[in-house]
């Protein structure tokens, strides 16, 4: 039990074009789900955190504006890269909460050329 | 402003050696903490996780400590294998169960054969 999906599990476009991530889990109702970044050895760091049915709450240092998050569900939160810009290039990773756990995706390796 | 740090960055062990992973935080007061295993362009797979009024938790091969006063957790791998080679993460929850995880830039280890 307690798998959470991405989709795509890689993606490459060109700059300037929008990217949309997809992330469900696929066993469980998730109230919260969390999206994270990881650039090359550097840690994963929290983007934002999406509670279903509301705005999502977002890091110092994240443009809500670039970086759309939709909670519509209990099962599936997305997020949707905006105006992608090569340094935008990152592993992204969600991860969906229990009442006492957070499960990860596999994640999405973005690409911007 | 939790920080985490594992050491040592990275760490390459012949086949069959006990080896020792090292966490530490700086503020104490965590909900709980993880260790996670992460291999090269992959999402994480959860290995052991630590509430905050636990010592210790083992799985199989794997038994991970924890010294909330200190600020410090440690992940003892047995008998390693070449299986075993991948990064690991310590991450840290503060605030509740629906909190996010603050990681560490990881450990990488290699195990040879």
């Known amino acids: 039990g307690a798998v959470v999906s991405q989709h795509p599990s890689w993606v490459i476009c060109k700059s300037g074009t929008s990217v949309k991530i997809e992330c469900r889990s696929l066993?469980?109702?998730?109230?919260?789900m969390f999206w994270y970044r990881q650039f090359p050895k550097q840690s994963l760091m929290l983007m934002a955190t999406?509670?279903?049915?509301?705005?999502?709450?977002?890091e110092q240092g994240v443009e809500k504006d670039k970086f759309l998050i939709n909670h519509a569900s209990l099962t599936l939160s997305t997020l949707t890269v905006t105006s992608a810009h090569p340094e935008d290039s990152s592993f992204y990773i969600c991860?969906?909460?229990?009442?006492?756990?957070?499960?990860f995706g596999p994640g999405t390796r973005l690409t911007v050329l | 402003k939790q920080e985490v740090t594992q050491i040592p960055a990275a760490l390459s062990v012949p086949e069959g050696e006990n080896l020792v992973l090292n966490c530490s935080f700086t503020?104490?007061?965590?909900?709980?903490l993880q260790w996670f295993r992460q291999d090269p362009g992959k999402g994480l797979t959860s290995l052991l996780l630590?509430?905050?009024?636990?010592r210790e938790q083992t799985s199989g091969r794997l038994n991970a400590s924890l010294d909330k006063s200190s600020g410090r957790s440690t992940l003892y791998i047995a008998a390693s294998q070449p299986g075993d080679s991948a990064t690991y993460l310590c991450a840290v929850v503060m605030g509740g169960s629906q909190g996010n995880l603050i990681f560490g830039k990881g450990t990488k280890l290699s195990v040879k054969p």
């Open positions: 066993d469980f109702q998730a109230t919260t």
């Open positions: 999406s509670n279903e049915g509301s705005k999502a709450t977002y």
């Open positions: 503020d104490s007061a965590i909900y709980n």
């Open positions: 991860s969906a909460s229990t009442s006492s756990e957070q499960f």
């Open positions: 630590i509430q905050s009024s636990q």
